[in-house]
């Protein structure tokens, strides 16, 4: 997938946009989105970006059109289409996820509209069912930007951070601090993913982890998996190379 991309974006400055904005709307169009790897196409761009092959701000920019127009031309599919989608065979296959999203909406429309934008199957269901339900678009329109805004670059970092780690010339100790780099960032996204298990209580997100991941267990592994990043972080920080990462992850961020 990377190699293909960075043959494809870094052809020309109006390729690049073209591609990225392409990518972050069908990743956020209705349905369709749902048979992407968007996860790995932006990890893949975030590479890229923390190579220097692609201006960051530039590829934010494009992610947001993006976004906004698959969400967009989602939501208004919901509204002008409810009926016939009701009755579409393949939202019927999936009416468990249809109506645990409706009742998300009911309850929480706005945060439920932001938080989607940051879960992948979610992602491009949330804005149709939105308009199925006939949501007043200024209702919709608030969440919906600031996710579409804050969505990008969060999930362009780890690709960033990998493609910074690969400018870091190499040493004697260069193996060990990206080996503590990687296992930083999985520990990193672990205590996130537990932390957001422990908080959330609703029992519209009880799935098939929760017998293995009861409320004493989890609250366990978040207290360890937290330190465990702390202590990671600690070791990482020691390391001679952290300072010629801080550079250039600061020239690709704000260079």
Known sequence: MEPYLEHLITQSLVVTLTVIVLINFLESLALVGLLLPGTLMMTSIGVL?????????????????????????????????????????????????????????????????????????????VPIVAGMLNLPSHKFALPNSIGCITWPPIYFFPGILAGVAIDIPD??????????????????????????????????????????????RLRMLCVLSWLAVL??????????????????????LFG
């Open 49 to 125: 970006i923390g190579g220097g092959k692609i201006d960051f701000y530039y590829a934010w920019a494009a992610s947001i059109v993006g976004c906004l127009l698959g969400d967009w031309i989602s939501y208004c599919i919901g509204r002008l289409c409810k009926d016939s989608l009701y009755r579409w065979s393949f939202l019927k296959k999936h009416q468990v996820v249809l109506d645990r999203t409706e009742k998300a909406l009911y309850q929480h429309s706005i945060a439920t509209i932001l938080i989607s934008r940051f879960i992948g199957p979610m992602r491009p269901l």
């Open 171 to 216: 040493n004697d100790n260069s193996g060990l601090f990206n080996w503590l780099l990687l296992i930083f960032f999985l520990l990193i996204w672990m205590s996130v993913w537990l932390t957001w298990r422990k908080w959330r209580k609703d029992k519209f997100y009880i799935d098939s982890l929760s017998e293995w991941l009861p409320p004493e």
């Open 231 to 252: 202590i990671v972080g600690y070791f990482m920080s020691q390391q001679k190379q952290i300072l010629i990462y801080r550079h250039l992850l600061w020239q690709v």
